[in-house]
């Protein structure tokens, strides 16, 4: 090679270690501007002419169906059955009489009667909210799981078998609630004060009358159902008293309060799909079971709806419990089925919600939930002409801020306006792709992990995976870190290496961020003696019910952390991973998660009350103290007082007083409080944004891109990387009704999708299995492709030959490799 060639071969070398050394990091956009608009209309206006580019919130269908077409001309929509509503009922005292003293009165409660409760499941016609409320978008639901998302049909079943329709059966309601309403009057301590007069029930002469908590600030919506469920209550002769308040009002009273105060009975409720799943047995745990916290009283320190077997099976199923995946099913089915069965909580219906983006502003489609909308990954891949990013929210009282930025305890970001905000400021260990369900991992890299279960004669599961005598677990009661005892097992092993890039005051992930995290963790779920001020007890029933570490390596040399885990989940490798993946965040809520240092100022704020001399707690229903929040000025004027203590004393926490040195410790501090001086809050994290600003006045926050050199991924790698084909099951035809022992002739329609596009081809490739599900048995057929896009199955007449006269669901599951499956269902008449 002569001199010239090998001087060109060298500048050429070292441009190109340039250009990679310089790569871009952190999201596409620079800049995302948050603000607020009180009306949907106009916030889809200002969309549409420009003024904005994302309407961060799912408008339901009436209002996209009454769009003028030179407006739904420029935008982009989103179209996902990302919402549903329910009805919570306080069930006070839930025991006979069902009666309580209120200053000095007796009030009777007739939804502490379970049949009562659960007779609203046919007094309720979910087929009218739906078509005249939702104007046709969105279908009734049962449960809590979503018709039509991954792994939610077996789940679904369970309505069939209850003997719930979509139109209800209001005079079997009616004479349900009568018939239970009459043997609680024959109960000796309500004999004679019982009694139907007239239109109304009485007791003791007056009307018996709930409080039903109706949302007003979805007029479109809640509002016009609570309207129409209470009319429908009456006619059993409960008198309802319509309280039409909106969230601020009702959450801290319907989740914190107490429910002996007797402030409410029945509440509209609205969720957000949350997530885009494949498993949905912690939502069984989240929507019936006591121990997660959703359920009457769960926050507060009074009365608490108790059911002990939910618990039990609910636990079980979400904490892996389970030898095979039959079990898996046996475990979250029966949780679901007593949990119906209850009534504490009725689903109504979900909506497709539809959410929208100026057409002309963006490159390219965005990353979305394809069961939860909008998500942190929709502004990490925007991509906008400018990229600049000008997202609205709707809130009907015009405020970005409705509840609390607690980062430690539960009712922390109890909102979707916060979330919708925080999401993008966090990279948790791993995710589940908005794509797939699949979990991608982000903050660490799984190396391996394995399982080795079995069952011993006494029926108990036993791990077989030898935990070594280096593993250490933190003893709160000791407050230090102790190695296992020999001869510990586990079920599970996951070796993973960690990230070690900074967070965005500049200070490195390290090791000790993940051993303050667990050992925090341990610290405030057990109370080690009473009135314990590093106990927290909502804490400890979102922490410690989900627990499921045994314990851990440290390997500082390697920078990898091995965990030993009673999780095992039969042949899911990518899910054992993900549920052993360690986190360096102290959050009882995923999705958030601040550096230690401001976590550990919060906590001695907690225990010692701020400078400013007020009390502190990680729980919103403490009395007498405020919860905390890393953005309310008075707040962040606290955290700072009490970091500037801790550099002056040279604080180590006790978490970490071996691994880390005082002055590593305040060097921290500094950078805390220098990232707050700058920016005026203490949300410190490690995600693609940063809150830049914040204007509580103008309901406006500014996000600028984490472009630190250490950030692990390029604008275009969550575009790459989520990238996927979907089938999509767009109908099926078959007959209404059907003959016994007829042939049932099945044409169903596939679309072969590129996600996050919206169109498709049809599906050339791929099979679809047919399923007729009769409640104790699943009968599955093939099916063959006749031309691109269809398929046709048949159901043979000597399967329906021996079925009773019926409603029967049949079920089309569309699948290919390397694509995320599809489910459709439709329900036949046989006879």
Not at 274 to 296: C, K, L, N, S
Not at 679 to 691: L, M, T
Request: with cysteine; charged share 25%.
């Amino acid at each position: 090679m002569s001199r010239h060639l090998r001087y060109c071969f060298v500048v050429l070398l070292v441009l190109l270690m340039s250009v990679t050394a310089l790569a871009v990091k952190g999201p596409v956009a620079d800049k995302v501007y948050f603000d607020v608009r009180m009306d949907e209309n106009i916030g889809i206006n200002d969309v549409a002419t420009g003024q904005s580019d994302i309407f961060y919130y799912g408008v339901d269908g009436s209002i996209i169906n009454s769009l003028d077409p030179s407006i739904l001309s420029k935008l982009e929509v989103y179209d996902v059955p990302s919402g549903s509503w329910s009805l919570q009922f306080n069930p006070y005292p839930n025991v006979a009489p069902y009666t309580f003293e209120k200053d000095g009165k007796t009030i009777f409660n007739p939804f502490a009667i379970r049949e009562v409760r659960f007779a609203m499941n046919f007094l309720i016609n979910r087929q009218y909210i739906v078509d005249e409320i939702l104007a046709g978008a969105g279908g009734p639901m049962f449960t809590m799981a979503t018709p039509g998302q991954p792994g939610t049909y077996r789940y679904n079943l369970l309505a069939s078998k209850f003997g719930f329709t979509a139109e209800g059966d209001e005079e079997r309601a009616l004479a349900d609630i009568t018939a239970a309403l009459e043997e609680a009057a024959e109960l000796p301590e309500n004999k004679g004060r019982l009694k139907k007069e007239g239109q109304w029930w009485t007791y003791d002469g007056e009307p018996v009358t709930i409080k039903f908590y109706i949302r007003v600030d979805d007029p479109n919506g809640r509002l016009k159902a609570g309207e129409y469920i209470s009319q429908q209550i009456e006619k059993a002769g409960i008198k309802v008293e319509r309280l039409l308040w909106d969230r601020t009002k009702s959450t801290p009273v319907v989740y914190g309060g107490k429910p002996e105060n007797w402030e409410y009975t029945i509440y509209t409720e609205g969720w957000g799909a949350g997530a885009t799943r494949r498993y949905w047995e912690h939502i069984v745990a989240q929507m019936y079971a006591p121990w997660y916290g959703y359920m009457p009283g769960g926050f507060s320190d009074g009365w608490k709806y108790e059911n002990e077997r939910i618990d039990e099976l609910t636990q079980a199923a979400y904490t892996g419990k389970f030898l095979t995946e039959e079990e898996y099913w046996d475990l979250a089915l029966e949780g679901l089925e007593l949990g119906l069965e209850e009534a504490i909580r009725i689903y109504l219906c979900y909506q497709n919600q539809y959410f929208v983006a100026n057409k002309d502003r963006f490159n390219q489609r965005f990353a979305y939930g394809m069961g939860d909308g909008l998500t942190k990954y929709t502004l990490v891949t925007a991509d906008t002409k400018d990229k600049i990013v000008r997202a609205t929210q709707y809130s009907a009282q015009g405020s970005l801020f409705m509840s609390a930025w607690d980062p430690v305890g539960p009712d922390g970001f109890n909102d979707t306006y916060s979330r919708n905000i925080a999401d993008v400021l966090y990279d948790a260990p791993a995710i589940e792709s908005p794509a797939s369900g699949e979990y991608e991992f982000v903050g660490v890299i799984p190396v391996e992990v394995e399982s080795n279960v079995t069952r011993n004669e006494e029926g108990e599961l036993v791990g077989h995976i030898a935990v070594p005598k280096n593993a250490v677990k933190y003893d709160s009661a000791r407050k230090e870190w102790v190695e296992v005892e020999a001869g510990t097992s586990s079920f599970s092993r996951g070796l993973y290496t960690i990230r070690t890039n900074n967070y965005h005051h500049g200070i490195p992930i390290s090791m000790v961020d993940y051993l303050y995290a667990e050992a925090f963790a341990e610290d405030w779920i057990n109370e080690d003696y009473e009135g314990d001020p590093y106990y927290s007890a909502a804490y400890s029933s979102y922490v410690g019910g989900a627990s499921v570490g045994v314990a851990t390596v440290y390997d500082f040399e390697n920078n990898q952390i091995v965990n030993y885990f009673d999780f095992q989940f039969p042949g899911e490798k990518n899910r054992l991973a993900g549920r052993g993946a360690p986190a360096w965040s102290t959050s009882a809520n995923s999705g958030i998660g601040v550096a230690w240092e401001v976590v550990e100022a919060l906590a001695r704020m907690v225990v010692g009350g701020g400078a400013s001399g007020q009390r502190y707690s990680f729980d919103a229903s403490t009395e007498g103290a405020l919860e905390v929040d890393v953005i309310r000025p008075t707040c962040v004027a606290d955290i700072k007082a009490e970091l500037e203590k801790m550099i002056a004393e040279k604080h180590v926490p006790v978490y970490i007083k071996d691994f880390i040195t005082p002055d590593e410790a305040v060097d921290r501090y500094s950078a805390a409080l220098d990232f707050i001086n700058k920016y005026g809050h203490a949300y410190i994290s490690n995600g693609p944004f940063i809150i830049t600003n914040i204007d509580f006045t103008a309901n406006f926050v500014e996000l600028t891109a984490n472009r630190d050199e250490t950030y692990p991924f390029e604008p275009e790698y969550w575009i790459e990387t989520l990238a996927t084909t979907r089938y999509q099951v767009d109908g099926m035809n078959i007959p209404a009704l059907a003959r016994k022992g007829e042939d049932i002739r099945v044409d169903i329609f596939v679309t072969e999708i590129e996600y996050p596009e919206k169109e498709g081809v049809p599906a050339e490739v791929g099979e679809v299995q047919l399923t007729l599900l009769t409640g104790d048995q699943e009968y599955v057929f093939d099916t063959v492709i006749t031309r691109p896009g269809a398929f046709l199955g048949e159901i043979p007449g000597s399967v329906t030959q021996g079925l009773e006269t019926g409603s029967y669901t049949i079920m089309a599951t569309a699948t290919a490799e390397g694509a995320t499956p599809s489910t459709y269902t439709v329900t036949i008449l046989i006879y």
